[in-house]
């Protein structure tokens, strides 16, 4: 009723004012939108892209029902694999949501270069459209969890959560209320998401309760600009790693951003440029030389902390299918290992 009040002040102001959104038109027509949220109980689910998965209309009355019953559905007290997070002591639901490690995780959690962030330490996971699909993590791992995102095309928000879930599958006769075991989840969205989003407290199976804590999320930024002479940016889920057979990697230059303006691809084309001409000037005894064609712009991290602009370049164009080298780690010579990550990886060729 409310709705179709708007829509009608909003239709009476469009005679005076062309350029508004023809809601008049359009809303008519806006399907009751899918909300969709994370299956429980699975390490990880990939959806093909025509499948939606747990669909939870929250609108309507018998949809809640319905999904009731699928919470209530009895298991068989099959074990389901042990997650990688501590169990709180005392095992159960409040003290899982007022853990401080958790709340430390979300809290301490790096922003991946590329992303910002959108909420928090919440006590809800998101329940949102253009869900993408889901990976059970080792640990709380804002970094992994966006190279996920970066490798799935069409990523553009993430959510990493720790999930109190139960350990086996729970059956109101003999397991109705099993120990539980903490997953550090990850889930990717095809959608911008807002804290309004993280609705999914959790849910009953049996009388296990269900309950998310450290609950943070992650819009992707856009893509960075065109660059004048290149087509591009083509997205990438990590750095190119073109076959070492091909002749065709030229070398790097890296800017760090100790000592730059930050992630211009600008600069990588012009230091693509200045090795073509390098080259032409300085040519093999038969007068061949490389001409860089192609180049990938990343941006380095070492332990989640941006270190500075990678720029990779190629006398080929590669495939995004190419762009497959997500990080990694190397122990130093005092004998810590730090953890190199890629991000905001983009591809550009020159145009022909
Ligand atoms: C790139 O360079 C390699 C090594 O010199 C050469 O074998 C290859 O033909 C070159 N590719 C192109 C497209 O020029």
Not at 131 to 156: F, I, K, N, P, R
Not at 204 to 216: K, P, R
């Amino acid at each position: 009723m409310h709705t179709a009040l708007c829509i009608a002040a909003l239709a009476g102001l469009a005679y005076s004012a062309p350029q508004l959104i023809n809601l008049d038109e359009i809303a008519a027509d806006f399907p009751a939108p899918v909300l969709v949220k994370a299956p429980v109980n699975v390490v990880s689910n990939i959806p093909a892209p025509s499948t939606p998965v747990d669909i939870v209309p929250l609108q309507s009355s018998s949809a809640k029902k319905r999904e009731l019953k699928v919470a209530k559905r009895d298991g068989d007290c099959s074990p389901y694999p042990t997650g990688s997070g501590p169990v709180p002591t005392p095992d159960t639901p409040a003290a899982f949501q007022s853990d401080p490690d958790f709340a430390n995780d979300a809290n301490n959690a790096p922003t991946p270069y590329g992303y910002a962030s959108t909420f928090t330490n919440l006590g809800a996971s998101l329940q949102a459209s253009n869900y993408m699909g889901l990976y059970t993590l080792t640990e709380y791992d804002t970094l992994g969890c966006a190279s996920q995102c970066d490798q799935a095309s069409g990523c553009v928000a993430f959510n990493m959560y720790v999930e109190r879930d139960p350990s086996l599958n729970a059956n109101a006769v003999s397991c109705p209320n099993p120990p539980s075991t903490t997953n550090y989840k990850c889930t990717l969205w095809g959608a911008p998401v807002s804290s309004d989003e993280a609705t999914n407290t959790g849910q009953y199976q049996d009388s296990f309760e269900i309950v998310i804590a450290g609950s943070n999320a992650y819009n992707k930024n856009s893509p960075p600009p065109a660059v004048s002479g290149y087509d591009g940016p083509q997205e990438l889920g990590g750095a190119i790693n073109a076959p070492t057979s091909s002749g065709s990697y030229m070398g790097y230059q890296f800017y760090p951003f100790s000592q730059s303006q930050g992630y211009d691809p600008q600069t990588c084309a012009d230091a693509c440029n200045a090795q073509t001409t390098y080259d032409s000037e300085n040519p093999a005894a038969d007068g061949s030389y490389m001409s860089c064609i192609f180049f990938n712009a990343y941006v380095l991290s070492e332990n989640g902390i941006p270190q500075g602009l990678y720029c990779s370049m190629y006398n080929e164009t590669w495939a995004a299918s190419y762009g497959n080298n997500y990080g990694q780690y190397r122990t130093e010579s005092d004998g810590t290992v730090d953890r190199y990550t890629v991000s905001d990886s983009y591809s550009y060729s020159l145009s022909s």
